[in-house]
């Protein structure tokens, strides 16, 4: 995943992420990612399925995976 840095950003663009982001239960930085995918038409759907078309091509991890490891700790543990 990429990053990028947006400067001078107007501070009602801003403020207005943060409300959306407040009523949404999210952070900014999640809200603003939200509203990045659907400005190019990229909604939650679309990526879900870039994402499988992708796990398709480089198939299944080998071995465990972390969600195997958690499993076993909290096994052993008793949890």
């Given at each position: ?5 947006i400067?001078?950003?107007d501070?009602t663009v ?8 407040a009523?949404?239960g ?6 603003a990612r ?6 190019v ?8 399925a870039r994402?499988?078309?992708v796990r398709?091509?480089?198939g ?5 995976t972390?969600?195997d490891?958690?499993?076993a ?6 949890s």
């Amino acid at each position: 995943m990429g990053q990028i840095l947006i400067r001078n950003l107007d501070d009602t663009v801003l403020d207005a992420l943060r409300r959306r982001a407040a009523e949404a239960g999210s952070s900014l930085e999640e809200e603003a990612r939200r509203a990045l995918a659907a400005s190019v038409g990229l909604t939650r759907e679309a990526a879900l399925a870039r994402l499988d078309a992708v796990r398709g091509r480089i198939g299944a991890p080998a071995g465990p995976t972390s969600v195997d490891d958690l499993r076993a700790v909290r096994a052993r543990e008793g949890s």
